[in-house]
Protein backbone atom coordinates (compact mmCIF):
# COMPACT_ATOMS: atom_id res chain seq x y z
CA UNK A 1 0.00 0.00 0.00
CA UNK A 2 2.26 2.56 -1.49
CA UNK A 3 -0.61 5.01 -2.40
CA UNK A 4 0.75 7.90 -0.10
CA UNK A 5 4.38 7.84 -1.02
CA UNK A 6 3.08 7.46 -5.21
CA UNK A 7 0.63 10.76 -4.57
CA UNK A 8 3.60 12.03 -3.48
CA UNK A 9 5.99 11.00 -5.53
CA UNK A 10 2.66 12.06 -8.42
CA UNK A 11 2.20 15.42 -6.81
CA UNK A 12 6.35 16.30 -6.79
CA UNK A 13 6.66 15.69 -10.48
CA UNK A 14 3.51 17.10 -11.49
CA UNK A 15 4.58 20.51 -9.80
CA UNK A 16 8.02 20.26 -11.06
CA UNK A 17 6.39 19.74 -14.71
CA UNK A 18 4.37 22.75 -14.06
CA UNK A 19 7.15 24.92 -12.90
CA UNK A 20 9.17 23.38 -16.54
CA UNK A 21 5.95 25.25 -18.25
CA UNK A 22 6.06 28.08 -16.00
CA UNK A 23 9.54 28.40 -16.66
CA UNK A 24 9.33 27.86 -20.50
CA UNK A 25 6.35 30.56 -20.64
CA UNK A 26 8.35 33.09 -19.15
CA UNK A 27 11.39 32.71 -21.32
CA UNK A 28 8.98 32.70 -24.25
CA UNK A 29 7.11 36.16 -23.25
CA UNK A 30 10.98 37.69 -22.29
CA UNK A 31 11.55 36.97 -26.23
CA UNK A 32 8.31 38.09 -27.03
CA UNK A 33 9.31 41.88 -25.05
CA UNK A 34 12.98 41.72 -26.85
CA UNK A 35 11.71 41.48 -30.64
CA UNK A 36 9.09 44.21 -29.72
CA UNK A 37 11.58 46.43 -28.53
CA UNK A 38 13.67 45.55 -31.24
CA UNK A 39 10.81 46.24 -33.65
CA UNK A 40 9.72 48.95 -31.93
CA UNK A 41 13.20 50.92 -32.59
CA UNK A 42 13.37 50.32 -36.05
CA UNK A 43 9.53 52.01 -36.50
CA UNK A 44 11.02 54.77 -34.24
CA UNK A 45 9.32 56.81 -36.92
CA UNK A 46 6.19 54.55 -37.69
CA UNK A 47 3.39 54.85 -35.23
CA UNK A 48 1.66 51.73 -37.38
CA UNK A 49 4.92 49.66 -37.06
CA UNK A 50 5.10 50.05 -33.53
CA UNK A 51 1.67 49.63 -32.69
CA UNK A 52 2.07 45.91 -34.93
CA UNK A 53 4.93 45.30 -32.68
CA UNK A 54 3.10 45.23 -29.85
CA UNK A 55 0.09 43.37 -31.37
CA UNK A 56 2.65 40.85 -32.66
CA UNK A 57 4.17 40.38 -28.38
CA UNK A 58 0.09 40.66 -27.13
CA UNK A 59 -0.59 37.50 -29.56
CA UNK A 60 2.40 35.90 -28.79
CA UNK A 61 1.76 36.57 -24.92
CA UNK A 62 -1.72 35.09 -25.72
CA UNK A 63 -0.29 31.99 -27.36
CA UNK A 64 2.13 31.39 -24.30
CA UNK A 65 -0.17 31.85 -22.09
CA UNK A 66 -2.65 29.02 -23.34
CA UNK A 67 0.22 26.59 -24.50
CA UNK A 68 1.14 26.93 -20.57
CA UNK A 69 -2.43 26.69 -19.09
CA UNK A 70 -2.59 22.90 -21.44
CA UNK A 71 0.79 21.64 -20.02
CA UNK A 72 -0.68 22.37 -16.47
CA UNK A 73 -3.85 20.81 -17.42
CA UNK A 74 -2.02 17.90 -19.02
CA UNK A 75 -0.22 18.08 -16.05
CA UNK A 76 -3.06 17.64 -14.01
CA UNK A 77 -4.73 14.65 -15.67
CA UNK A 78 -1.62 12.57 -15.92
CA UNK A 79 -1.21 13.05 -12.53
CA UNK A 80 -4.86 12.13 -11.45
CA UNK A 81 -4.06 8.97 -14.15
CA UNK A 82 -1.01 8.18 -12.02
CA UNK A 83 -3.18 8.73 -8.34
CA UNK A 84 -6.20 6.45 -9.95
CA UNK A 85 -3.50 3.84 -11.06
CA UNK A 86 -1.96 3.55 -7.68
CA UNK A 87 -5.56 3.23 -6.12
CA UNK A 88 -6.04 0.48 -8.62
CA UNK A 89 -2.69 -1.19 -7.48
CA UNK A 90 -3.66 -0.51 -4.00
CA UNK A 91 -6.97 -2.22 -4.38
CA UNK A 92 -5.74 -5.22 -6.28
CA UNK A 93 -3.12 -5.81 -3.51
CA UNK A 94 -5.39 -5.78 -0.68
CA UNK A 95 -7.98 -7.89 -2.35
CA UNK A 96 -5.22 -10.34 -3.30
CA UNK A 97 -3.75 -10.56 0.55
CA UNK A 98 -8.08 -11.13 1.92
CA UNK A 99 -8.23 -13.83 -0.22
CA UNK A 100 -4.71 -15.37 1.01
CA UNK A 101 -6.06 -14.65 4.11
CA UNK A 102 -9.67 -16.69 3.44
CA UNK A 103 -7.69 -19.59 1.51
CA UNK A 104 -5.26 -19.83 4.62
CA UNK A 105 -8.00 -20.07 6.94
CA UNK A 106 -9.59 -22.56 5.05
CA UNK A 107 -6.57 -24.83 4.77
CA UNK A 108 -6.35 -24.62 8.77
CA UNK A 109 -10.11 -25.04 9.06
CA UNK A 110 -9.45 -28.60 7.11
CA UNK A 111 -6.12 -29.62 8.81
Do not use: C, Y
Not at 7 to 32: C, H, P, R
Not at 79 to 104: F, L
Amino acid sequence: MMQGGESAGGAAKEAAANLGASAWAGKEKTVAVVQEQVEKVKAHDDPAGQAAAEARKEERFEEVEAAKQDAIRHNAAIAKDGRAAAIVADETEAQAAAAAETEARAVDAEG
